[in-house]
């Protein structure tokens, strides 16, 4: 790293406590340490979104879903990578990461107002990370632009509310705006599980416990488990994955708590299929059932490029379970619910087609970049 690249970061106001175990000792030598945190501080002075570095590159930073080159700083050494594991890693830590060859974890470092997740990995033999930046304190619902009849869905007593989307279309993010909603606005024991925790909520009108995947609990599955048995009002699962944690969740549910969960899927109707499809043949109609029964409303979002300002934008398709489409999961007839979100706006639906040209409309994204993102009409028709 260049000398005149190396600065010390200026005070950037009070930081939130770490809820977790104190930082571990950082045996850096001081003018590394300024290489690795100049490189964070560039990125999120441009608010980059996410931060590369491999070995043998320069730092790759993403800003508006672009990677471009840090061609200030010189290229990624394995001794760079050596001070990132001695800044962000203690011992066991360090040995999960050259036993397993790669390690999630998440971080906030001092004089810095992002959070960062962090993946250490292998590849080609050679260490690499990839940093998310996160600002520490979570953005409001306002602020992201989330449809107000989503505050309706903070206020459920029950049921499961599921936040879907492509990884990096912020649904973390989204999540976290929800949380400090109902932070805000309700009187609830609030448990959430993340891997990592990448947003920290301190208690306001909640009480909020974050449980980090690996530190916390050995696995979603095994933190859901017993959480009933931890008085919670509100459990927020950050990502579910496998069947044991959809069963549990589902359970959750049906047992009088609200449960928010994130899931990958590419519109909200694959949302319901995809958890059914993750069950046995034999479960499914069972499964259908539960379904039925307990989902409340499932949310999907993509982020898009801003028109003319920097930055990207969140659209949201949004589908409130009605009793029609009740009865189309109960039935395995789930492709038409694609002709119910299309025809009931005025029960607070949102289709994606529609929300795009919304936003064509009022010139927030362009046609070109909203047209890959429209549904095919095509499947209104299926009958």
């Known amino acids: ?196 925790i990448e947003y920290i909520h301190k208690n306001k009108s909640c009480l909020i416990s974050q449980r980090e995947i690996g530190d916390d609990a050995t696995s979603f599955a095994s933190a859901l488990r017993v959480v009933l048995r931890e008085d919670p009002d509100i459990i927020v699962v950050e990502e579910i994955r496998d069947l044991d944690t959809i069963s549990m969740a589902l359970t959750a549910a049906e047992t009088g708590h609200l449960v928010f969960a994130t899931l990958h899927t590419n519109d909200v109707v694959q949302a319901i299929d995809r958890i059914i499809d993750i069950f046995p043949p034999h479960q499914q109609s069972q499964v259908r059932i539960q379904m039925a029964m307990s989902l409340q409303a499932v949310v999907f979002q993509v982020l898009l490029k801003r028109k003319n300002t920097p930055g990207r934008i969140a659209v949201f398709e949004v589908m409130p379970v009605t009793t029609p489409i009740r009865h189309l999961i109960r039935n395995n007839q789930t492709v038409q619910i694609y002709n119910v979100i299309a025809t009931s706006r005025a029960q607070g639906m949102i289709l994606r087609n529609d929300a795009l040209r919304d936003y064509i409309q009022k010139d927030l994204i362009s046609k070109e970049e909203a047209e890959e993102y429209f549904v095919d009409t095509a499947i209104f028709k299926t009958t």
């Not at 850096?28 to 608010?47: E, F, G, H, T």
């Not at 400090?180 to 959430?192: E, G, P």
């Open 1 to 196: 790293m260049d000398d005149d690249l190396i600065y010390v970061l200026g005070d950037q106001g009070d930081q939130p406590e770490n809820p977790s175990q104190p930082p571990p000792k950082i045996t850096i030598a001081p003018k590394s340490k300024d290489a690795v945190l100049n490189i964070l501080q560039n990125a999120v002075n441009r608010n980059a979104s996410d931060i590369h570095l491999q070995v043998g590159s320069h730092p790759i930073i993403r800003i508006d879903g672009i990677l471009s080159p840090f061609m200030a700083a010189k290229p990624v050494t394995s001794e760079f990578m050596n001070d990132c594991v001695n800044l962000f890693l203690n011992e066991k830590q360090k040995k999960t990461l050259s036993e397993e060859r790669q390690f999630d974890c998440s971080a906030t470092l001092p004089n810095f107002i992002h959070r960062f997740r962090l993946n250490f990995f292998y590849q080609r033999n050679t260490l690499s990370c990839v940093l998310r930046a996160n600002p520490v304190v979570p953005p409001t619902m306002e602020q992201l632009g989330i449809p107000p009849m989503m505050e309706n869905l903070a206020a459920l007593p029950n049921g499961l509310v599921l936040i879907t989307g492509a990884t990096g279309s912020g649904k973390t993010t989204t999540l976290a705006a929800i949380v400090d909603h109902m932070n805000k606005h309700r009187n609830a024991h609030i448990i959430t599980l993340a891997d990592p």
